[in-house]
């Protein structure tokens, strides 16, 4: 009952951004609450925020100490129009360090004012000089510990860079116009390494539709996707688990392929070969790691919950085309869910419990009352049984871009955190997984970086590696707090699902009648249509659907019945023609169903038979008509299942009862024309007969 009140007193919180390609934009809300902890701007600094950027590549040691000095290093952009002058860049720190998890975003909730001090002791900050549009100069601050006057160890430090600089009008704020942010543990080594892994999910982080697609195919050869996939092969296996759409593998393979390519879209053949290599790259690192495996595309799984009327139908199409995906490209995976951040709600995981026990990827949106001391992973009980959710418990994201080096930072930052909520709560089970946002951009190097921080050696004794199946499998504790019973993210509509659903059946049509359908063609196309990816562009995705379907509907328009409009049998009973073309590319199976407006008159359909394309069959129909003297008749186009599709070919058929009458009489009339024939033709004889005697008497009255 406290659950269930639990449900609904939180659910009119007001959701976050909710991803629909990656998974960081969500936090963005946060970003500029911890901007507090290291000297937030006010509002006129603020205003030339955007024209400077910077971010950290740099940062040692990885964990303080007394004696350790503080190297911070990155890049500084003139990202506007006009220059910049005087650039300097400080590091910004402040003197206690934050205890745990919760005081951070305690900090962030209540908007508390908990700023930093900017470190500007000569020789401590960097002159940079002059930036002009659209250059770049790096930047490093050296300081000393010993300097800083810390508190010491027992926490984690906010550590940052603030950027001053004069604009073109001649003005300088004390106010920064650049930061970025990251994270310094201060803790000793615990008696026991806490458990470190990384997530890496592999899923398309752009638009649907086969837009950009020379640009993903620059990306697999030497951009971010093959950094990404580079930086997720370096880390160590036993830290490592790879999350995989396939769909990502099968529109990678489009590219390889010319004669697959949409129209105007041109791949090098030596970038086809980079992309060949790195789909098969990706399939090795998927063999040699934990994998789990979420459903094609990644369908709106909201949608699916809020609308059920199609689910079942449309949930099987996933579930083959996830399936089918998988053995093409010869790979296996536990299979799990990844709905959006903001977009899970009770039912929902119930109905992904109901079709399994794969765990769930969800967010802290998702279950608000998780806590750290819990673990990455925990289980929830729902009607259908335990589901396991593996929580995306990572910090809010910070000012400044993320680099290798700052998630390298969060997962030794978490790992601190969880060794202090370790030490004082022999209960917790507090661990360090860190789930990665696809569409990040590591840098050459940057999978070295990170590896580093789920390692024992790498880490300094902090850590040791772990996976996500290694933490379902270790009796992870059970979530009783809140989860959203509704969301107010937007999802796919009622009228999209019916839209595709009709598509699907229009689709197990056309596989019944083609004889080498390419079903899991189709599988794919309709779970394609259902992934998340459409939402922000629902007019899109009507039209795609709208042309897959006259395309389908197009096929089978070629598949026709001939037959005239009336039919008359000479009697009650016989037999008429009834002839299919099909003007298809393919061969096809197709029956006939028969029907009469007369409840009195049956007619036997006809068995389906293989009709090559371009070439028509003839079926000969026999029917009894018995005392009607007339029925319509209605012939569908039938598949083996008995489904009926295309245009109807509705006829009459008459049938004559006088037919036996007409033949007498016409046989009468003939007898009595050969009858009259034959009379006439004695009466002439007769009268030739006569004549020769009637002129030999006239001879002998001569005589």
Same mark, same amino acid.
């Given at each position: 009952?406290?659950?269930?009140?639990?449900?609904?007193?939180?659910?009119?919180?007001?959701?976050?951004?909710?991803?629909?390609?990656?998974?960081?934009?969500?936090?963005?809300?946060?970003? !500029?609450? =911890?901007?507090?902890?290291?000297?937030?701007?006010?509002?006129?600094?603020?205003?030339?925020?955007?024209?400077?950027?910077?971010?950290?590549?740099?940062?040692?040691?990885?964990?303080?100490?007394?004696?350790?000095?503080?190297?911070?290093?990155?890049?500084?952009?003139?990202?506007?129009? /006009?220059?910049?002058?005087? !650039?300097?860049a400080y590091l910004v720190i402040p003197r206690g360090p934050f205890e745990s998890r919760a005081q951070i975003e305690?900090?962030?909730?209540?908007?508390?004012?908990?700023?930093?001090?900017?470190?500007?002791?000569?020789?401590?900050?960097?002159? !940079?000089?002059?930036?002009?549009?659209?250059?770049?100069?790096?930047?490093?601050?050296? !300081?000393?510990?010993?300097?800083?006057?810390?508190?010491?160890?027992?926490?984690?430090?906010?550590?940052g860079v603030q950027i001053l600089a004069t604009d073109d009008e001649g003005q300088r704020s004390n106010d920064a116009v650049a930061r970025a942010t990251t994270f310094l543990p201060w803790v000793s080594d615990p008696d026991t390494a806490i458990p470190a892994g990384v997530v890496w999910p592999f899923t398309p982080t752009w638009g649907p539709g086969g837009r950009d697609l020379e640009k993903i195919a620059v990306s697999a050869e030497s951009g971010q996707l093959r950094r990404y996939l580079d930086?997720?092969?370096?880390?160590?296996?036993?830290?490592?688990?790879?999350?995989? @759409?396939?769909?990502?593998?099968?529109? =990678? *393979?489009?590219?390889?392929?010319?004669?697959?390519?949409?129209?105007?879209?041109? %791949?090098?053949?030596?970038?086809?070969?980079?992309?060949?290599?790195w789909l098969a790259d990706l399939r090795r690192l998927a063999l040699d790691s934990t994998t789990w495996v979420v459903s094609y595309a990644r369908p709106d799984e909201l949608a699916l919950n809020r609308y059920p009327e199609n689910a079942e139908e449309l949930w099987e199409r996933v579930d083959d085309a996830t399936s089918q995906a998988l053995a093409d490209h010869a790979l296996t995976g536990a299979r799990a869910s990844w709905p959006t951040i903001a977009g899970t709600t009770l039912s929902m995981l119930e109905d992904i419990r109901g079709r399994g026990e794969g765990p769930t990827l969800v967010s802290r949106q998702s279950v608000p009352d998780w806590e750290p001391r819990l673990g990455s992973v925990v289980s929830l009980d729902t009607v259908n049984g335990p589901l396991p959710l593996l929580v995306n418990?990572?910090?809010? @994201?910070?000012?400044?871009?993320? /680099?290798?080096?700052?998630?390298?930072?969060r997962i030794l930052t978490d790992a601190a955190l969880a060794a202090l909520s370790r030490d004082g709560d022999s209960g917790s089970r507090a661990d360090a997984l860190t789930v990665v946002d696809p569409s990040w951009d590591p840098g050459a190097d940057g999978g070295e970086v990170v590896a580093r921080a789920v390692t024992t050696r790498g880490s300094g004794g902090l850590t040791r590696p772990t996976t996500a199946t290694a933490l379902v499998r270790s009796a992870p504790l059970t979530y009783t707090g809140d989860v959203p019973e509704q969301v107010d993210t937007t999802s796919l509509?009622?009228?999209?699902? @019916?839209?595709?659903?009709?598509?699907? *059946?229009t689709l197990d049509r056309l596989d019944e009648v083609v004889v080498d359908a390419d079903r899991a063609a189709h599988h794919r196309a309709v779970a394609g249509l259902l992934s998340v990816r459409w939402r922000p562009d629902t007019a899109m995705l009507d039209r795609a659907v709208a042309n897959e379907l006259a395309s389908v509907e197009s096929v089978l328009g070629d598949i026709a019945i001939d037959s005239p409009s009336t039919i008359t049998l000479s009697s009650s009973r016989g037999g008429f023609p009834l002839t299919i073309s099909n003007d298809t590319k393919e061969p096809v199976r197709v029956g006939l169903d028969l029907a009469a407006d007369n409840p009195s008159l049956e007619l036997d359909d006809i068995a389906p038979v293989e009709i090559d394309a371009g070439e028509r069959?003839?079926? /000969?129909? &026999?029917?009894?008509?018995? &005392?009607?003297?007339?029925? /319509? %008749?209605?012939?569908?186009?039938a598949t083996e299942s008995g489904a009926t599709f295309g245009e109807p070919a509705v006829f009459n058929i008459r049938s004559s009862n006088v037919g036996l009458i007409v033949w007498v009489t016409m046989g009468a009339a003939g007898l009595l024309v050969v009858l009259t024939w034959a009379r006439r033709f004695r009466t002439r004889r007769r009268r030739r007969g006569r004549a020769p005697v009637a002129d030999a008497r006239f001879e002998d009255h001569d005589e």
């Open positions: 009952m406290g659950r269930a009140l639990s449900h609904r007193r939180r659910s009119g919180r007001r959701a976050h951004y909710d991803d629909v390609v990656t998974m960081r934009a969500w936090l963005t809300a946060f970003v !500029v609450a =911890l901007s507090v902890l290291v000297g937030a701007p006010t509002p006129a600094a603020t205003a030339s925020d955007g024209s400077l950027s910077v971010q950290i590549d740099g940062l040692t040691p990885s964990r303080l100490s007394a004696d350790a000095t503080i190297r911070m290093s990155g890049i500084i952009r003139n990202t506007g129009s /006009t220059p910049w002058k005087a !650039v300097q305690t900090a962030i909730e209540d908007g508390q004012s908990y700023t930093g001090e900017r470190v500007v002791d000569a020789g401590t900050f960097a002159e !940079v000089g002059d930036l002009a549009p659209g250059a770049f100069r790096r930047f490093q601050v050296t !300081v000393p510990v010993s300097r800083l006057g810390l508190a010491g160890a027992g926490g984690v430090y906010p550590v930086a997720a092969a370096a880390t160590p296996r036993e830290g490592r688990t790879i999350m995989l @759409d396939p769909s990502l593998l099968d529109q =990678l *393979r489009l590219l390889t392929d010319p004669d697959r390519l949409p129209e105007g879209v041109r %791949v090098p053949e030596a970038r086809a070969d980079a992309v060949t290599t418990g990572a910090l809010p @994201d910070i000012p400044g871009a993320e /680099t290798a080096v700052t998630l390298r930072q509509s009622a009228t999209d699902l @019916d839209r595709i659903a009709t598509l699907s *059946r069959h003839t079926f /000969t129909v &026999e029917v009894d008509l018995e &005392e009607q003297t007339s029925s /319509t %008749v209605t012939a569908r186009l």
